[in-house]
């Protein structure tokens, strides 16, 4: 029984196994066969195909991170309405007073941001 | 008797109010409360020992501290004429120290934290003598020391007095361990810390041996002597003794309650309480008989050579207290008993009285130095009646408190049925002698003659000390006189109440005699009390003549035998055969233990040894840049490897 | 059509702990007076342990129960943040971290710890536990303009993910095998023979030790917390110290004792090690600290490892040693770091062993008061910590761990030295400078409850041991 039953998952085993191999003999193979005639361009970075301007490592304004942040926050809890919002009328009314609690917690994340000043650039 | 409870928790109160508040809102009027207290603490007693009298008994817990399985440990009281008496004593003599400290501490900046102290000692002695339990008394006795300890190092700014503090500490633990080790042993043999459990099945192990490093030994000699050796710690009992003499650095009111009247006695109670266990064992109780003598005859010959009169007087408590050690070892416990309850009287006037002419004295730079006084009976005429009625009693004189209870001792030794009862008496009458010469000594140099200190005083007059101290010292020097009437023997007419008292709890020592002295009893009783009055005698009047009449004899001993005189001065070297034995080879070993292995392991080896794990370096910043967060994790993650890999290793 | 609404009185301490701090936190820009947000959460924790004790029964279609068992973990929270709060105002303002959220955000931990203690599901375990941390790491990156803090917060935050992911881990493999993630029902299907041996069991098991252990601070999963401990203002590390802790702990009871009871010949196994490597690790460790916050650190490692016998031990009498140990702990600790911040300055951080040095001289009380801690640390009778510690060494010994016991004695005498070093210091040294001390009436309040506290548990006892006993009895059937 045991044994049999790791036998099943011999084929999963041998896929992995395969495409593993593949997947390093493509990258040896390259580098073997593959020509090697590097000039400055190709050590450039990639923007689009136009010639690069300035550093590549380049520090942003934190406030770009707070924004991206509080979209993060808020988009994700939005998600949560979807399931709700398509199951609405099996639930019931239970349902729809936990989510009433859901979007007003929200609002206090959202008051609170607002007051600390989190939407002003300046 | 619920009310028992309130006999110690009352000066708890009162010791815990005046410590909190003390400092900023009591201040001068710190006094109070603990002597009130405590003086409610003196009435409850005073009404369980009329309980007691009348047939009461009590022996409850108050509450339960740790509930496990067998053993059941409880904060308890157990009242029985022994502890009944203790409670009456201790309550009424504190009671009295604290109305005279109020006069002796008048000016002290410590006033409040001097009551509180006392208080809290009170509480402690109190809980440690009403205790049902073993713990409870191992607790009390733990606390009574470290009220000591506080207490000793009061004026802490004083070197003498830190370092005296300290030894006290230090010499006392020695004694405690034993102790620890005697209760803990009590605990794994009757599987019990109640008294009444122990002593109701002491007898099961009358004749159990155990193995100590080869060696049979009884189990009650094991029991008896580690329980001892608390005792000979407590009682300042030779080889522990040498911390007694040092702790008069303490307030005078401190050594006369805790150094002389009470924590002292500590030893002789928890002997007494014990003896169901000590009698087992003849080991054990030569060994108490032993410590007594060797102690007693030791500070005898030791106070007769010191100049310092709180010194004397405690030397002269270390004789005391060798004397009730004396009486337990020949199995006279309630003679013992009554030597302590007589001795905390005269001796606790004693100190007093010697805080009074100080008191006198403290203007002079060593106010304790009895070669500067002289003469004061004409400054101080109240102490000098008090203290003189003190120095009868210590010398046995008929009639007084001293000779019933010293002679309770001497008689009953004489006829004990252990063969060493006949040495205990020799030694018993010998120091009832050197005793008397000692205090009478301190009496004639401190009160008659001239007054010697007019240079060291710079012109102030020697003075009687104010009514609140003075008031105490006569209500004392009538204890040092009829509490010995309490226990008048047969032979003298009386009924030995005290004795009669106490028997319940200690019972009474077989009297062993000769089939053909039997008849003659009373006669042999009244001559050895003859004898020892004789001694008494003749040592008050040795010290008279040397003292009063012939001044010039005193330098008789020093030139004729300059070698023994150092020797006894010098407190036969205990402290200098310590300090070599012990205390240098301590210090010697344990600084190479902390610069070999503490510094050279512990510090190079761990701290060095793991660097970046524990020790505390450079700025922080840098640790993170480093990578160490990394390492953590790395570390974390090992940790869970091994604790998978212990899935398949179990 | 509100009576078809279930009951949500079982949560109902939650609830308000949740809405007052999202006022306090929104109210903090129009409140000038910020002691005001300390009155405010002192009066809401003392209301919803009211609450905890008068309300029961199970909500969430059964995922939480307030049953006996969370209610003696909940009493711990709620005196946890009572006493963090009397800490809070006068150390707080000087190190200038005074405000509104800093108090929300200790009640949303708490918050977190309650459905920790709670929880008969273990998601919703694994919800309350991120609720708590997620907290406790914004609090300790408060003081943002310290390098330390911000390193301390940073370290705990990437680590405690680190741990997360192996609760998740541990959570689904024992999904998968049961099919449930109700505690109940886990409880029933793992039995001998069976599923209490299958190694994918004994895997979860091992992985919830890990994941725990971190929470808990159990070597080697400790890394965090010295960095964490000394960079955190110190009013947060005392909640630290206690809360996060318990919350472990309760945890542990919650999955080991009531879920997994049947496989603990196994778990016991992983255990062990870790509690032994622990003690002794901490203690030794200890030993060479000079920072007091690093030494409580270390400290507060080997009390993990003490209190974690209680549930080697796998019994109700184990159960209930540990509950008391973390019940004890609570005082003797939060006391210890609020002597802490008394000596904290603007310009001075006080938290150098050194600074102990003569402190008997210059400020007797303080130092009596610490030396009352630092006995029961030890775990001198008759203080709190003697008893916490007698009880776990027995529950452990009656386990039949006789080594066990003997180490934790040895390592226990170790872990004296470094207490009795700071004593030293503080009562045989002559005082080098004249320490400021910053006593508000909070913490002299909070002061006086740790030391009653811990003399009173360390005398009398009785009532919360047989209270602990009462609490966990339903957890083992």
Known sequence: MEISLSLKYIPILITALIVFVIGLAMVIINQVLGPKRPYSEKYLAYECGLPPTGETRHRFDIKFYAIAILFAVFDVEAVFLYPWAITFDQIGFFAYIEMVVFIALLLVAYFYAWIRGGFQWD | ?650 | MWSSLPSFVAVYPEILLVVVASIMALADRWVKLKDVFAWITIATSVIALIMVFAVEGAVFGNSYAADTYGLFFKMIFLLALIMVTLVSPGYNRMVGIHFGEYYALLMFAVTGMMLMASSKDLILLFLGLELMSLSVYVLAALLYSDLRSLEGAMKYFLLGAFSSAFLLLAITFLYGLTGTTYIDVIAKKVFYPGLADNTALLLSAALFVVAFGFKVALVPFHMWSPDAYEGAPTSVTAFMAVGPKAAGFAAMGRVFIEALYNARVDWVEYLIPLALVTMFVGAILAVVQTNIKRLLAYSSITHAGYAVLGIIAASREGMAATMLYLFLYLFMTIGAFSVVTLFRQKDFLGEEITDYQGLSKTHPWVALVMLIFLFSLVGIPPTAGFIGKFFVFKAAYEAGHHLLVIGAVLASAIAAYPYLRIVMLMYMKEPEKDLAVNVTPYVFAGLIISVVGVLILGVYPEPVINFARTCCAGLIP
């Open chain 2, 1 to 650: 008797m619920e009310y028992v409870i309130w006999i110690p928790f009352l000066p708890l109160i009162a010791a815990t109010i005046t410590l909190i508040f003390g400092k900023w809102y009591i201040r001068k009027q710190a006094h109070w409360l603990p002597c009130i207290a405590v003086f409610g603490s003196f009435l409850l007693s005073f009404k369980a020992l009329l309980d007691v009298i009348g047939g009461a008994r009590a022996n409850f817990d108050l509450y339960s501290w740790v509930i496990a399985d067998t053993f059941h440990a409880a904060v308890g009281f157990q009242i029985d004429p022994l502890s009944v008496l203790m409670l009456a004593m201790v309550s009424f003599l504190s009671f009295l120290i604290h109305v005279y400290s109020i006069g002796y501490m008048e000016d002290d900046p410590g006033y409040y934290r001097f009551f509180a102290y006392i208080s809290l000692f009170t509480f402690s002695m109190l809980m440690l003598v009403s205790a049902n339990n073993f713990l409870q008394l191992f607790f009390g006795w733990e606390a009574v020391g470290l009220c000591s300890y506080l207490l000793i190092g009061f004026w802490y700014q004083k070197k003498s007095a830190a370092d005296a503090a300290k030894k006290a500490f230090i010499v006392n633990r020695f004694g405690d361990f034993g102790f620890a080790l005697g209760v803990f042993l009590v605990f794994l043999t009757f599987g019990s810390i109640y008294y009444e459990d122990v002593f109701a099945r002491v007898h099961e192990i009358a004749h159990t041996t155990v193995n100590v490093l080869g060696v049979e030994v009884l189990l009650a000699t094991l029991i008896a002597v580690l329980l001892f050796c608390g005792a000979m710690g407590k009682s300042a009992q030779f080889p522990l003794h040498v911390w007694l003499p040092d702790a008069m650095e303490g307030p005078t009111p401190v050594s006369a309650l805790i150094h002389a009247a009470t924590m002292v006695t500590a030893g002789v109670f928890m002997v007494c309480r014990c003896h169901e266990i000590f009698e087992l064992s003849h080991v054990a109780m030569a060994i108490v008989a032993a410590a007594g003598m060797i102690t007693c005859f030791m500070a005898a010959t030791i106070a007769p050579t010191q100049f310092d009169i709180k010194r004397v007087i405690a030397y002269s408590t270390l004789s005391q207290l060798g004397y009730m050690f004396m009486a337990c070892g020949v199995g006279a416990f309630a003679a013992g008993m009554f030597h302590l309850f007589t001795h905390a009287f005269f001796k606790a006037l004693l100190f007093l009285g010697a805080g009074s002419v100080m008191h006198a004295m403290h203007h002079a730079p060593d106010p304790t130095d009895m070669r500067y006084m002289g003469g004061l009976r004409k400054y101080m005429p109240i102490t000098f009646a008090t203290f003189l009625i003190a120095s009868l009693s210590i010398s046995g004189i008929p009639g007084l408190a001293g000779f019933f209870s010293k002679d309770e001792i001497l008689w009953l030794s004489f006829v004990s049925e252990y063969p060493w009862g006949k040495l205990v008496w020799f030694v018993g009458t010998v120091v009832a002698g050197l005793t008397a010469f000692y205090s009478f000594r301190v009496v004639f140099m401190t009160f008659f003659g001239e007054f010697r200190g007019k240079e060291v005083l710079h012109g102030h007059e020697p003075h009687e000390s104010p009514s609140v101290m003075t008031i105490p010292l006569m209500i004392l020097a009538v204890g040092a006189v009829v509490t010995g009437w309490l226990g008048v023997p047969h032979v003298l007419g009386g009924h030995n109440h005290f004795a009669k008292f106490l028997e319940p709890v200690l019972g009474h020592p077989h009297i062993n005699l000769p089939y053909w002295l039997y008849g003659k009893k009373e006669w042999i009783e009244l001559f050895l009390m003859a004898i020892s009055v004789g001694v008494g005698v003749l040592g008050i009047a040795v010290a008279y003549v040397v003292y009063v009449k012939k001044p010039e004899l005193q330098r008789l001993i020093p030139e004729r035998y300059p070698a023994l005189y150092r020797y006894l001065y010098n407190k036969w070297y205990w402290d200098e055969i310590y300090d070599a034995t012990i205390v240098k080879p301590t210090f010697f070993t344990a600084r190479s233990i902390v610069q070999g292995v503490v510094d050279s392991i512990l510090i190079e080896g761990v701290v060095n040894g793991l660097p970046d794990l524990i020790r505390r370096g450079g700025e922080s910043l840098r640790r993170l840049q480093n990578g160490v967060v990394q390492t953590y994790a790395l570390i974390m993650a090992t940790g869970a490897a091994v604790v998978l890999l212990l899935v398949y290793f179990f």
